[in-house]
């Protein structure tokens, strides 16, 4: 408990107003693009058939680039190769893989981790919001699973083939979201057993692990061509949330949805990232949709970064490196 004032009180002193203003300025601006064609590469989509991912898998599909997508429903991904296919001339793969099962999580990494193309471009962009606490079948709570857990899985399984390859890029959809974090992680509950669960505190505690992971591969990958990086994806319309109740269906419908853009901002901003040769300066930065930006100072604690990862292998049943 001492530790955990310690650590609030040296975030406090932390906080910069100029970078809430810089993160309002940065909502507001439209992302840079580019009609670089990116033909031949292979981009892995997480949570391709529907939304922000769907749309990003149109934009590499339009730019030559070959798809394998990890989706839940097996007709949906049969749909979405059946149109990327046909109406763009590219491969479209898929795996079925809930991202919520730690099973499902290990083997679809096994199985990107033993294909023989490279992936040029990875994507981690499935999630949920829930507004009441759901546990897996594995009895992890289900945002911290499917936000954090399984883009540290598939990441970490992958880390080998990456960089054998010279040069990849791992893109984690992140979000402003972290910030409801704003005190940092409770390493001790990462569960939500000891502490009251609101769907935002949980969105935003797995948004910063996802935030404090990233600073732990970056220094893995360091030298070896494999760029990691965050962003936000724009305050966007997407079906996140269908899994809760009415009230916040018609909630977010009625008054959410009308104060939000296009999800083809989101689109083009992650394939500018995906593709343009200067990101790779940038590795284990945050972006605003294509503008950098600094994330809280919880997540940029790389004490806590690497007490998160231990914990975070044991959760996995992940076996750490010499």
Not at 39 to 67: H, M, Q, R
Request: charged fraction near 30%; include cysteine.
């Amino acid at each position: 408990m001492v530790r955990r004032k310690r650590k609030t009180y040296k975030y406090f002193k932390e906080y910069k107003f100029s970078n809430v203003f810089a993160m309002i300025r940065n909502n507001r601006r439209k992302p840079k693009t580019t009609e670089e064609l990116f033909t031949g590469k292979t981009v892995v989509i997480t949570g391709a058939t529907s939304g922000i991912g769907k749309l990003v898998a149109k934009e590499y599909a339009s730019k030559g680039a070959n798809l394998i997508c990890v989706n839940r429903n097996e007709e949906k991904s049969l749909d979405l190769k059946k149109e990327i296919e046909a109406d763009f001339n590219v491969k479209c793969d898929y795996f079925i893989a809930d991202l919520s099962s730690m099973e499902d999580t290990h083997n679809v990494a096994d199985l990107l981790a033993g294909l023989n193309t490279n992936l040029d471009v990875i994507i981690h962009n499935a999630g949920v919001f829930l507004t009441k606490r759901e546990l897996t079948a594995d009895g992890i709570e289900k945002v911290f699973m499917v936000h954090y857990l399984s883009s540290f899985i598939i990441n970490y399984k992958l880390k080998e083939k990456l960089i054998a390859q010279d040069k990849a890029r791992i893109i984690l959809v992140n979000s402003e979201g972290h910030r409801f974090a704003a005190w940092g992680l409770r390493l001790d509950d990462l569960n939500w057993e000891k502490r009251r669960y609101t769907g935002l505190k949980s969105y935003g505690s797995a948004k910063l692990a996802q935030l404090l992971s990233m600073l732990v591969f970056h220094k893995h990958f360091e030298n070896t061509g494999v760029t990691i990086i965050a962003m936000h994806p724009g305050a966007v319309k997407s079906e996140t949330g269908k899994e809760n109740g009415r009230f916040y269906k018609w909630y977010k419908k009625n008054v959410i949805d009308r104060t939000l853009k296009p999800a083809s901002i989101s689109s083009d901003a992650l394939y500018y990232l995906g593709v343009k040769d200067e990101i790779e300066e940038y590795g284990g930065k945050f972006f605003n949709l294509t503008k950098l930006e600094e994330p809280t100072p919880p997540a940029l604690d790389f004490e806590v970064a690497e007490e998160l990862w231990d914990i975070t292998l044991k959760m996995a049943k992940l076996v750490k490196d010499e």
